[in-house]
């Protein structure tokens, strides 16, 4: 099986900054695409940004410039980088990986999401 745990949220002030870790562990054959999503209260989640195996990036246009996601595939652990961050980023902030794993002696792909970790920016 295959786990992920997410670190790194918390109350920052408008203009800070947090980095977000997610670190996956198991019986990891590879990985994928890495997303993060967040979801704030009322609202539904979206997608924030994804890194491909290839290394390209996606950001919705709200984070564009303020947030960097990035990969260390040799700990199989992802990151989300928020600088000059607003009351608005305000949320849970979910992981979201794509991998192959090992299930005896097949690979299979499947999808796993973080328990989440709140970020709440004050003004």
């Known amino acids: 099986q295959v786990q992920l745990v997410e670190s790194g949220g918390g109350l920052v002030q408008a203009g800070g900054s947090l980095r977000l870790s997610c670190a996956a562990s198991?019986?990891?054959?590879?990985?994928?695409?890495i997303s993060w999503y967040r979801q704030a209260p009322g609202k539904q989640r979206e997608l924030v940004a994804r890194?491909?195996?290839?290394?390209?990036?996606n950001y919705i246009d709200s984070v564009k410039g303020r947030f960097t996601i990035s990969r260390d595939n040799a700990k199989n652990t992802m990151y989300l980088q928020m600088n000059s961050l607003k009351p608005e980023d305000t949320a849970v902030y979910y992981c979201?990986?794509?991998?192959?794993?090992?299930?005896?002696?097949?690979?299979?792909?499947?999808?796993?999401w973080g328990q989440g970790t709140q970020v709440t920016v004050s003004s």
């Open positions: 979201k990986i794509d991998l192959r794993r090992y299930d005896g002696a097949t690979l299979r792909s499947n999808t796993y």
């Open positions: 198991g019986s990891i054959f590879s990985i994928n695409d």
């Open positions: 890194i491909s195996n290839a290394g390209s990036t």
